[in-house]
């Protein structure tokens, strides 16, 4: 099991460009979260989604749009990106009851010049 | 409300001492309290965690106190190490989400 991948690992982007960060889980996982992690401020919440076709917003989702057209995919767009988007990303995933336990993935790290 | 504190923001311990983070939180709802750990150009992966009904708990060299009446919960590490080295963050889980702390960067000298 390759359990939460991201894709790329890096990207360098000019102010204005759009892009698109991939997150993948092969643990057949409900739920799906995409964080930005900024220096002193540990991770905060973009968006979630609880379920194939379902998304929310997070504590800082202005800039950000999100699809879960497959279970096992959640995507991260940024249609205009800004210098304030430079930051590292990363995707988490967890099943639903149990465990509350998150599985993160390796991060993307994207810088907006 | 939906804040959780953490300090020290940094922390230099030598090898075999112990390692002490401390967090607070505010929403009496939070009902899971996880710490994960991270080292450099990694994800954060979980280390031990919590629910609000228990005082105490160990794995290993790890040990999370909890106190709910002060709503604070605290990371201790047994016998530091240097390869416990890293970036620790605590968390707290409710509803469908979690908050996270802004972390603290552990460095422990051999």
């Known amino acids: 099991n390759a359990g939460v991948t991201q894709t790329p690992k890096f990207r360098v982007l000019k102010t204005g460009q759009s892009m698109t960060l991939l997150c993948a889980q092969d643990?057949?996982?409900?739920?799906m979260y995409w964080y930005r992690q900024d220096p002193g401020m540990g991770l905060r919440l973009i968006h979630y989604?609880?379920?194939?076709?379902?998304?929310a917003k997070g504590e800082v989702p202005d800039g950000y749009n999100v699809s879960r057209l497959k279970k096992q995919n959640f995507l991260l767009g940024l249609e205009s990106a800004a210098p304030s988007q430079t930051s590292v990303y990363f995707c988490?995933?967890?099943?639903?009851?149990?465990?509350?336990?998150?599985?993160f993935g390796p991060g993307t790290r994207l810088t907006v010049t | 409300q939906q804040q959780v504190k953490q300090s020290p923001q940094s922390l230099i311990v030598q090898k075999g001492g112990i390692s002490i983070i401390n967090c607070a939180y505010e929403?009496?709802?939070?009902?899971?309290f996880p710490w994960y750990q991270q080292f450099p150009g990694k994800g954060p992966a979980l280390l031990i965690a919590?629910?609000?009904?228990?005082s105490e708990k160990k794995e290993g060299r790890f040990t999370i106190s909890f106190n709910k009446s002060a709503k604070q919960f605290s990371l201790h590490i047994m016998d530091s190490q240097p390869g416990d080295s890293a970036t620790y963050f605590c968390?707290?889980?409710?509803?469908?989400?979690?908050?996270f702390g802004p972390g603290t960067r552990l460095s422990v000298l051999p």
């Open positions: 988490a995933s967890r099943r639903q009851g149990g465990t509350v336990e998150q599985y």
């Open positions: 643990m057949n996982h409900e739920y």
């Open positions: 989604s609880v379920g194939e076709g379902t998304t």
């Open positions: 929403n009496t709802a939070f009902d899971y």
């Open positions: 919590i629910r609000p009904d228990v």
């Open positions: 968390a707290a889980f409710y509803g469908q989400n979690f908050v």
